[in-house]
């Protein structure tokens, strides 16, 4: 019996279970960016490659790495003052009161939000303000998260110790920050060109706008440790394509992080957790903070983390029905320089008084105030008025019209946060074991910030545009953060988009990620500040209508969608075709002997349209599973590419070839026979109809990618 599972409902289905996939690395940052916070160069070929240094350093056989028993000599020199001191007047946190603030916002969203555990530091004119754990980072065990060991994974703020090795390389020489990557790299790594005329330099990489895709799906996790891949073999093997050239706008790499780190270890001759952990882990005495990953060895893969580190690292949660359930490990070894660090709230609060100080922690240099004052400088905005990059760290706009500097990470679990406000000398971290907990790391600071430094200004009352100005600006954009081709690109249409509407009051509505907030037009074209909150919207004002917007934090450009690729259109159209297909299946069953007259050629081109409307319908259930399948994201990132989704996609390729014979069929089907031995014109119309509506859908979906099952 054939499925009579609505196309329509299905792909609707997808496009809200997927969206908790979007929660992970891949996705998430930019979701939970817009949630209110008082809630919530040209290329230099004249540079010589070092082609000397390409050998990797050999690496020394023992069974596991070790807890430092003692640090490595640093370099020890007079402490020079902070880059930007704090600002005279600035009356520091009163602990009790931030404690109490802290525990009440603290316990609040663990309850809200389902939330195993939390651990947070916070720190301010070089001394740790607060420094503690909420729940529990073993619930089996019930062994509550302990801020001094308790160690979590931070994710993407691993991407901060990679640029600041980077930085060093630069600072000394060996490196150029105008310098194309590839100068840098050995030949199997090295960025191809793809068609496009300008190489990437390092300094697209520290700003996200290398031009690359952005591919998560079944290879920037792995959960089980004999598949991660040394960093190498995954570059190499995960190349992603280059959808733009690079410096024309920012859109978050996972791969161009994991390329700069690789360029550093090529450079110096060692591989990245050694050298990161000798340059900057070491000396600024974080003794329970390692890149490294609790699994077995592997003769081709750096050492595992070490015994006493790995029996100190939290679990993974997800609420469900039944309560919290643990989660498999995660592992991403193979980009280690984007996302593999693990940290205790003690050892981040060591590390944001080295950011804070210029690079200086208890005399010991880890870099130079040069490079400190880079990390809090822009280093490219695609707007004056656009949160923007700096020198890999993200530029933060706060309450009060402050800013800092510092980086959100994920994994599909793990969320955390860390932000540096120099001019307060404030630096906070916190992160969370659980998935559902994203929006307390991302507003938790400026919360902060607002609490104690810069009360929330009344709301203005009205809009500077009026409603008929603000509908320039309506419309549904697409991200520039996605896969550009396949099935992951088809999922990645289907979530990564915003919808924009006005207000009666001239206000913008943006829906990103199940987050909805308000905006306010501004004096200046095209600039819309949040309601409640410090972010601010840019869009492109070039032309007649605003053809992209660039996101609050700067992950991503958003590009405004054409009538094709519009969701609603792909939603109408596989409602009716869905409905199409039953009535051609129900004709062929119940059909009465008289009208069952036809010709050879329509009794062939009726059996094609019945097999194509069965095929759509198969298809149309196998999303249907995969999307019930998908609510649950570990079903996503660790079993890409699904299999249902593959036979969807394999039937509607069929079902699309299908209808292309069945299109050149129509001349013959309407000159038919004899009358009395030919289909009706009301049958003939009714075939004709149901053709063109499928060879329609069929076009679509090949414009999202749906027919490719080859290219998961």
């Not at 997808?14 to 940052?29: D, K, N, P």
């Not at 952005?214 to 093997?237: I, S």
């Amino acid at each position: 019996m054939t499925s009579r599972v609505s196309p329509a409902a299905a792909f609707m289905a997808v496009m809200l279970a997927l969206w908790s996939a979007a929660g992970s690395e891949a996705r998430a940052q930019d979701a939970v960016a817009s949630a209110p916070a008082s809630t919530t160069a040209q290329p230099e070929t004249s540079v010589r490659p070092y082609s000397s240094l390409r050998q990797r350093r050999a690496r020394p056989q023992r069974p596991v790495a070790t807890a430092p028993a003692a640090r490595p000599a640093p370099v020890v020199a007079a402490a020079p003052p902070p880059v930007t001191p704090p600002t005279p007047g600035i009356t520091p946190l009163p602990r009790p009161e931030l404690e109490a603030f802290v525990d009440g916002v603290v316990q609040r969203a663990m309850t809200r939000d389902h939330i195993a555990g939390v651990t947070l530091s916070v720190v301010q004119n070089g001394q740790v303000v607060l420094k503690k754990g909420y729940g529990f980072a073993n619930l089996g065990q019930r062994k509550r998260v302990d801020p001094d060991k308790t160690l979590f994974r931070v994710a993407s703020i691993s991407k901060t110790f990679t640029w600041i090795t980077l930085m060093n390389e630069i600072e000394a020489g060996r490196m150029r920050l105008d310098g194309p990557v590839n100068l840098y790299l050995p030949e199997p790594l090295q960025v191809k060109d793809q068609g496009k005329k300008t190489q990437v330099r390092l300094r697209d990489l520290m700003t996200h706008t290398a031009g690359f895709e952005d591919r998560a799906l079944g290879q920037l996790f792995e959960r089980d440790p004999n598949r991660v891949r040394p960093l190498t073999d995954y570059l190499r093997q995960e190349r992603p394509r280059r959808v733009r050239e690079p410096g024309l706008m920012p859109s978050y790499s996972n791969y161009g992080a994991a390329l700069a780190g690789a360029a550093v270890s090529n450079v110096t001759g060692k591989p990245f957790e050694q050298l990161v952990s000798e340059e900057i882990i070491l000396p600024a005495g974080m003794t329970r903070t390692t890149f490294r990953e609790a699994r077995p060895w592997r003769d081709d893969l750096p050492a595992p983390m070490a015994e006493t580190l790995a029996a100190d690292l939290s679990d993974a949660y997800s609420w469900t029905a039944m309560g919290w359930k643990t989660q498999p490990r995660e592992f991403m070894g193979q980009v280690a320089p984007a996302a593999s660090a693990s940290s205790t709230a003690s050892d981040m609060a060591r590390y944001m008084t080295l950011l804070l100080n210029g690079g200086t922690i208890e005399g010991r240099t880890i870099f130079s105030p040069k490079t400190a004052q880079a990390f809090r400088t822009p280093m490219y905005r695609p707007s004056p008025d656009a949160a923007g990059w700096n020198a890999g760290f993200q530029d933060m706009p706060l309450p009060g019209g402050r800013r800092g500097f510092g980086h959100q990470g994920a994994t599909l679990y793990f969320h955390s946060n860390l932000v540096l406000v120099p001019e307060l000398g404030l630096g906070i971290f916190v992160s969370v074991n659980t998935d559902s907990g994203a929006h307390l790391p991302a507003t938790l600071p400026s919360t902060i910030v607002e609490h104690f430094y810069a009360p929330a200004p009344a709301v203005p009352a009205v809009s500077a545009l009026s409603y008929e100005q603000a509908r320039a600006f309506e419309g549904d954009y697409l991200t520039s953060r996605r896969s550009y081709g396949g099935l992951e690109g088809f999922t990645n249409r289907l979530i990564g988009r915003a919808q924009v509407r006005a207000t009666p009051d001239g206000r913008l509505s943006v829906t990103d990620g199940g987050f909805t907030s308000l905006y306010n037009g501004a004096a200046r074209p095209g600039v819309f500040k949040a309601v409640d909150g410090p972010l601010t919207l840019v869009f492109d004002t070039n032309g007649d209508r605003p053809s992209r917007f660039y996101a609050a934090r700067g992950f991503a450009t958003y590009e405004r969608i054409g009538f094709l690729r519009s969701a609603s259109l792909l939603s109408w159209t596989v409602t009716i075709a869905g409905l199409a297909c039953v009535a051609t299946i129900l004709g062929a069953l119940f059909r009465n002997r008289r009208e069952a007259r036809q010709t050879p050629i329509q009794a062939r081109a009726g059996q094609m349209q019945v097999m194509q409307a069965v095929l759509w319908l198969i298809s149309a259930s196998c999303m249907g599973v995969f999307a019930a399948k998908a609510a649950d994201q570990t079903n996503v990132f660790f079993g890409w590419p699904s299999g249902w989704l593959l036979s969807g996609s394999a039937c509607a390729l069929v079902a699309a070839a299908l209808g292309v014979l069945t299109l050149g069929l129509l001349p013959m089907v309407w000159r038919g026979g004899r009358r009395v031995d030919s289909w009706s014109d009301g049958r003939k119309v009714a075939f004709t109809f149901t053709a063109l509506l499928l060879g329609f859908l069929s076009v679509l979906l090949g414009l999202w990618g749906y027919l490719l099952p080859w290219m998961s």
